[in-house]
């Protein structure tokens, strides 16, 4: 009698930052980096020039907000592996990104949050910038939810079901 699995973690992780793993209908568009790299899983803002894309800096409105950076194997590392494997992995400048601008993903949630929270982007300066949670400091998107609970500092899936409607956290300084 063979083994039933519930979910596919004996073999490698739930799950990483900017990973659509579900043959789920997602909208995915292509932009090109500008200004600095943008890591998986974080959500990016239209940039200067024609179809691209820019990091969110502490000023982002929600509504400037186009989508999630996906994940991709054909994207290198920007820095050196160091002992433990801890590097930098996302887009580059001037690389063409993935952006998910409808469907589900895997992204890192900060602070945790509970099933059908609305996502809040990270907008301030340091390592989570442009990493999504739920409440607390930062702009709120209204059409973007948590699919599952999720602890602080684990991976969760979000769906997004439109990014145009949304209103600022507060004390966001948006």
Not at 58 to 83: C, D, H, K, L, Y
Not at 118 to 146: E, H, S
């Amino acid at each position: 009698m063979a083994i039933a699995q519930s979910d596919f973690t004996l073999w490698r992780d739930k799950a990483y930052e900017g990973q659509i793993s579900t043959t789920d209908i997602c909208e995915v568009i292509s932009r090109r980096v500008e200004t600095e790299m943008v890591p998986f899983g974080r959500a990016v803002i239209r940039g200067a020039g024609i179809r691209s894309c820019a990091p969110v800096t502490p000023t982002t409105m929600a509504a400037q907000i186009i989508g999630f950076t996906v994940r991709s194997m054909a994207e290198f590392s920007n820095s050196v592996p160091t002992n433990p494997p801890d590097y930098d992995v996302g887009y580059g400048v001037d690389h063409v990104a993935s952006l998910l601008r409808k469907g589900p993903m895997f992204v890192l949630c900060v602070n945790g949050a509970n099933a059908g929270d609305a996502v809040t982007v990270i907008t301030a300066r340091g390592d989570n910038q442009g990493r999504l949670t739920a409440g607390g400091i930062g702009v709120k998107l209204d059409f973007v939810c948590w699919v599952d609970d999720v602890v602080a500092g684990e991976i969760g899936e979000v769906r997004v079901d439109g990014i145009f409607a949304s209103t600022t956290a507060s004390g966001s300084g948006a």
